[in-house]
């Protein structure tokens, strides 16, 4: 079969603008915005199919199109053909603006990096939970969630016919029966009934009581395109054979890549693993893959075995992998160098490589809840990454047998006709209280048609909000009561369903009444006797886009007053502020419980508590949640009168406190609660922490030590990773004449990485890293771990001997505890750093001092710790000598110990 790149390319090429038609003032001609971006799409050899082109046609003669096509048949296409489309009528004055939107910020981000290179960065803006850039703009890209709270909060007609929600382009819609979101891809349908909705994905099954819905309610024919042929057809098969055999012979047979599917990141390292004794790459397909490599820094951790893999030709590939490992999975295999990669179904959400095989080693999956089949949608899903237009004639899906019905088959086979050997052999089982599956259930879920979408309705404080702010929003004609009628008996949902949400509607009225937010008024309504009818309003004023943002960031700013300035703990104190208003990173804190937990077996052992009683004492050891006795009161004080946040959670914990505390690098972190497999959750939650730290907090609060950890965990994440932050900047400043991004529509390269910026290169976040290290020798130090501090100062002559010697007169004098290590041991009085050229006072234990004439060195900062003895006489110091450029070269802080000792 002869294929083409028509809807294969990633990023489109090209700028759109020159092929839209000049401003008339009148609705544009149909047949010439067709003809036109055809012809754009033909320019950029990308001819349409017929599909697309039937699907473009419905678009811009008026029509809903709903596109159920296969995956790889260039759905991307249509919907930039539809906001080519809008935007021509939008310049013409006679259109609002086209809104995309997708389940998830990465491909809601990378979305608006694709139309930014077409339309250009003055016509694309883009909405998600954290970021908003140019948002009048008249493409818009954003979450469903975001879109949903904007259909909610606008209702009717806005006054300028250009600042209302022309066309909506739905991506991933099969989302709409998702049980947690599923409200959010509903809400619009219900919602917007003037906008033309574009609703397209690969899994959406029967459409026919959707599409009926739609247009009973708008007025406007539907469209569905469906049955397209798939660009690459694929087969199928179900297959006996040990899962070994089955790459080699794919990988010999010229079938890769193959992408092996597993339900779980740790089962997929872990097939990883078990390929390095097979010979997946010859010795040049290696050498090829280390050339590309090149000098690509793997971190220590998983960034080693990652390496390890890679080398060997297999790759790994799931969410939870710094996103560097990722692209460069993803590089090398859509180069061809890559003949096996392990990972998990997250392929089914935009995983960027030529796929030839799938190779799926289950048809089970743990939803949350249970052991489960995987449903028709969700096999589909997977498959449907099989075989990619432009580099493949043919792709395969291939599903593994269970282990016991393939271990049974090979003992048979190797029983053969014997009839002794046949009659010894016991056959296995599938284990106890697992769900398992035959062929039987391969061959249903590959002949089904993708489920029905199921409605997920939910009514919540937040969507009674938006509501009732139409009213102070400008907008007119729109009551209130009318319009959460109009919700709760239009949405979806079986009658059961719509029964309880009036009765949590009513909840949540009472609720708003109670905390003064809303009261009763009437209306006049001459259509009844008494001239009026009842209704609602709000009394207050909400916050500006209190549902479009961190639901919890008002909060974190009110909760700054309750923080003393002046206090030892006061910057720490704003990081547990900021950190209880993030979602949980559930990897983290369970790894922090766990540890948590085995030092409290550890001290209960010790004090002698029996096995039963420690079993129970265990209960109530969690992760570390500072401040939770002050915030928790507040924040239900707070949610009294803000009830917009009654639906949000408090979670304090402490993850970037507990860094700056024990002065953890990244590696560090993961190294101590085993997050080696979830590297990548770890880097987005600093991140996410980063991003509010710099945006939250007041100039109030903004202290020098708290400016110094927020620039040092920028510094941080950088260093760990630079494409999270570097894409929020460009976010956040998308127009960049000096080339930085994008510049009238012109892309930088994706994925490149940033050159390294050397680690003194910001001397704020520097200086963070150095108290870091320094505090670690005093914790080390108050624990006698000897070894550990020779390791850690790394200096000739201080080996775990010399420590001791040097400390053991101080343990002598003031006994175990003679070291603090609490806040009043952090405190900024007891550091001192001083820069080449300042003067250097005596070093602790009577050494010399670094430098002829008393100065520092150039290229070198002299740092002394005061201990906070038990004494409380601040007598005894740590001073080391710290080398700039040695530190720039090891990407770590460079010390040498001058002296540890009394002062002086």
């Not at 160098?337 to 743990?366: A, E, H, Y």
């Not at 919540?460 to 959460?484: F, I, K, Q, W, Y």
């Not at 003679?818 to 005596?842: F, K, M, N, S």
Request: glycine share 8%; charged share 25%; proline share 6%.
């Amino acid at each position: 079969m002869t294929t083409t790149t028509a809807s294969a390319a990633p990023r489109p090429a090209g700028t759109l603008i020159p092929f839209l038609p000049a401003p008339t003032g009148k609705d544009p001609d149909p047949d010439a915005l067709f003809e036109a971006y055809s012809a754009w799409a033909a320019e950029g050899g990308r001819p349409l199919y017929p599909h697309q082109e039937e699907a473009l046609l419905e678009v811009m003669t008026g029509s809903h199109v709903v596109l159920a096509t296969p995956t790889g048949s260039g759905k991307s296409m249509v919907a930039m053909g539809a906001q080519f489309a809008a935007l021509a009528a939008y310049r013409s004055g006679r259109g609002g603006r086209t809104y995309y939107t997708a389940p998830l910020k990465a491909l809601v981000s990378e979305k608006f990096f694709d139309l930014v290179a077409a339309f250009g960065s003055r016509n694309v803006g883009m909405m998600t939970g954290d970021s908003a850039v140019n948002a009048d703009a008249p493409i818009i890209c954003c979450t469903a969630e975001i879109l949903a709270n904007l259909a909610l909060r606008r209702g009717g007609e806005p006054a300028d016919p250009q600042d209302a929600i022309a066309q909506v382009v739905m991506d991933e819609f099969h989302y709409y029966g998702d049980p947690q979101r599923g409200w959010a891809w509903q809400v619009p349908l219900l919602e917007l009934p003037r906008t033309q909705l574009v609703l397209m994905s690969a899994t959406l099954g029967d459409t026919t009581r959707l599409r009926e819905d739609i247009e009973a309610r708008t007025g406007r024919p539907v469209a569905e395109v469906a049955g397209a042929e798939r660009p690459v057809p694929l087969t199928f098969d179900y297959v006996v054979e040990p899962l070994t055999e089955v790459i080699e012979e794919l990988v010999t047979t010229h079938r890769a890549p193959v992408y092996v599917v597993h339900f779980t990141q740790k089962d997929a390292v872990e097939r990883a693993q078990s390929l390095l004794s097979m010979n997946v790459a010859s010795k040049s397909e290696k050498e090829a893959i280390a050339a590309e490599i090149g000098a690509f820094r793997f971190g220590t951790g998983f960034g080693k075995t990652l390496s390890k893999f890679l080398r060997h030709g297999v790759g790994v590939h799931h969410a939870g992998m710094l996103p560097k490992y990722r692209r460069l999975v993803e590089r090398l295999t859509q180069r061809g160098l890559l003949k096996v990669v392990c990972g998990t179904d997250t392929l089914g959400v935009g995983i960027n490589v030529p796929i030839r095989t799938v190779l799926m080693t289950s048809l089970v999956k743990f939803d949350g809840e249970r052991m489960r089949h995987l449903t028709a949608r969700e096999f589909h899903q997977i498959a449907g990454r099989a075989g990619r237009a432009g580099y493949d004639t043919v792709g395969e899906v291939i599903v593994m047998a269970p282990d016991h019905v393939i271990e049974n088959r090979r003992a048979l086979q190797k029983a053969g006709d014997d009839p002794k050997k046949l009659k010894k052999i016991v056959r296995k089982k599938a284990p106890a209280g697992s769900v398992n599956w035959t062929d039987s259930t391969f061959e249903r879920l590959r002949d089904a048609e993708p489920e029905q979408l199921t409605s997920h309705f939910k009514m919540s404080h937040a969507m009674v909000l938006n509501v009732l702010a139409r009213t102070r929003g400008g907008e007119s004609g729109t009551d209130p009561v009318d319009a959460l009628r109009h919700l709760l008996t239009a949405n979806h949902d079986p009658d059961g369903a719509k029964a309880q949400h009036v009765r949590q509607a009513f909840r949540i009225y009472r609720s708003l009444r109670q905390a003064g937010v809303v009261e009763k008024v009437r209306v006049p309504d001459s259509s009844r006797p008494q001239g009026w009818r009842p209704s609602v309003r709000l009394t207050v004023d909400l916050p500006r886009d209190f549902a479009l943002n961190q639901t919890l960031s008002p909060f974190a700013l009110a909760a700054m007053d309750l923080l003393d300035v002046e206090s030892p703990t006061h910057a720490l104190d704003v990081v547990s502020v900021i950190e209880a208003t993030l979602d949980d990173p559930r990897q983290i804190l369970y790894g922090q419980q766990n540890a948590a937990r085995g030092e409290a077996v550890a001290a209960m052992k010790a004090e002698g508590i029996e096995y039963e009683e420690r079993m129970a004492l265990l209960e109530d050891v969690t992760w570390p949640r500072p401040l939770a006795e002050l915030l928790e009161p507040a924040f239900a004080t707070y949610k009294q009168s803000n009830p917009w946040v009654a639906d949000a959670e408090l979670a304090p914990k402490s993850v970037v406190r507990d860094m700056v505390e024990h002065g953890m690098t990244f590696a560090e972190l993961v190294s101590r609660y085993q997050l080696e497999r979830t590297e990548g959750v770890v880097l987005r939650y600093l991140a996410d922490a980063y991003r509010a730290l710099r945006q939250v907090v007041p100039d109030e609060h903004r202290t020098e030590e708290v400016q110094e950890i927020v620039e040092w965990l920028g510094e941080l994440v950088r260093g760990v990773d630079s494409s999270l932050l570097d894409e929020w900047e460009r976010l956040a400043n998308p127009v960049d004449d000096d080339a930085d991004t994008v510049v009238d529509g012109e892309l930088a390269e994706a994925g490149a990485e940033a050159p390294a910026r050397p680690l003194t290169g910001n001397p704020r976040s520097f200086r963070r890293l150095v108290r870091n290290a320094t505090f670690r020798l005093v914790e080390l130090a108050a624990r006698e771990d000897y070894a550990a501090l020779a390791v850690a100062s790394s200096t000739p002559g201080w080996d775990a001997e010399a420590w001791e010697d040097a400390l053991d007169p101080l343990f002598v004098a003031q006994g175990d505890d003679a070291i603090g290590v609490d806040a009043a041991a952090r405190a900024a009085g007891l550091l001192t750093i001083l820069e080449p050229g300042a003067a250097v006072p005596a070093a602790p234990g009577g050494s010399d001092s670094p430098a002829d004439g008393g100065t520092v060195p150039p290229g070198t900062w002299w740092v002394r710790q005061v201990l906070d003895d038990a004494d409380g006489d601040h007598d005894w110091a740590i001073t080391v000598l710290v080398d700039l450029a040695a530190s720039d070269e090891a990407g770590a802080v460079a010390l040498t110990v001058l002296g540890v000792g009394p002062i002086g």
